[in-house]
Nanobody, 121 residues
Framework: QVQLVESGGGLVQAGESLRLSCAAS????????MGWYRQAPGKQRELVAT???????NYTDSVKGRFTISRDNAKNTVYLQMNSLKPEDTAAYYC???????????????WGQGTQVTVSS
């Protein structure tokens, strides 16, 4: 099993920044990809950004140029630097990892509990 623990959410004003962190632990053999999704009230969960083990990144259009995802493979940790935050970025942000654990032969998806980001106008 893999446990994901997020931190860094909070309440900020529009234009300010936040940095989210997510540390993975457990019987990890390999983490293929990590990333962040978000879910606003009444809306479906959507991809924000992902990064694979080689460092290739993918962002949803609405955060390109404002958010940066990075990863420390040695620490099994993924970060999301969020700049120029907007009220529409308000959501619960969930960490994601696709990992192979010791004892499994294929990767499985794991999710964190979520951290709230609220941006006031």
């Amino acid at each position: 099993q893999v446990q994901l623990v997020e931190s860094g959410g909070g309440l900020v004003q529009a234009g300010e920044s936040l940095r989210l962190s997510c540390a993975a632990s457990g019987s990890i053999f390999l983490i293929n990809a990590m990333g962040w999704y978000r879910q606003a009230p009444g809306k479906q969960r959507e991809l924000v950004a992902t990064i694979n083990s080689g460092g290739s990144t993918n962002y949803t259009d609405s955060v390109k140029g404002r958010f940066t995802i990075s990863r420390d493979n040695a620490k099994n940790t993924v970060y999301l630097q969020m700049n120029s935050l907007k009220p529409e970025d308000t959501a619960a942000y969930y960490c994601y990892a696709r990992a192979i654990t010791r004892g499994t032969l294929w990767p499985l998806d794991y999710w964190g509990q979520g951290t709230q980001v609220t941006v006031s106008s």
